[in-house]
């Protein structure tokens, strides 16, 4: 029996980095969550977050991407939508949750600089 192939539904390449995040999810409670990237790409992110956010919440999340040697770190600001929870449901002795984020809302250039950062950090 022949393998099959499994088509990778990612438009960009993912690499396993750890960036700082701030995440405005618009709920009064803890409005503003500190996370750190678990992975990133060009086209969104996976992070941990200390409590449930269900797919489909709009968030506003600022990233810091560090500068090359002698040059200042650039302030990510845009828009994104989770679209993976794991677990898929709210637990109260869950500790963390991990979720999945698309970008909904990214300048261009920011989406550039996010994609060399990449390439640098998986390329040498």
């Known amino acids: 029996m022949a393998k099959q192939r499994i ?3 990612r438009k ?3 690499a396993a980095i750890e960036l700082p995040l701030d995440i405005d999810h618009g709920r009064e409670e803890k ?3 500190k996370a750190s990237t678990v992975n990133l790409s060009a086209g969104g992110f996976y992070c941990k977050v200390p409590f449930y956010l269900p797919v489909c919440t709009k968030l506003k999340i600022s990233m810091t991407i560090p500068g090359k040697k002698g040059q200042g770190n650039h302030v990510i600001k845009c828009e994104g939508t989770v679209v993976r929870v794991v ?3 709210p637990s ?3 500790p963390f949750y991990e979720i999945g ?4 809302d990214i300048d261009d250039v920011d989406r550039l600089l996010i994609e060399q950062y990449i390439a640098e950090k998986t390329l040498g």
Request: positive net charge; glycine residues 0%.
């Open 92 to 94: 109260p002795n869950q």
């Open 12 to 14: 960009h390449r993912r």
């Open 87 to 89: 677990p898929e449901k």
């Open 31 to 33: 409005r503003v969550i």
């Open 101 to 104: 984020c698309f970008f909904s």
């Open 7 to 9: 088509k990778e539904r």
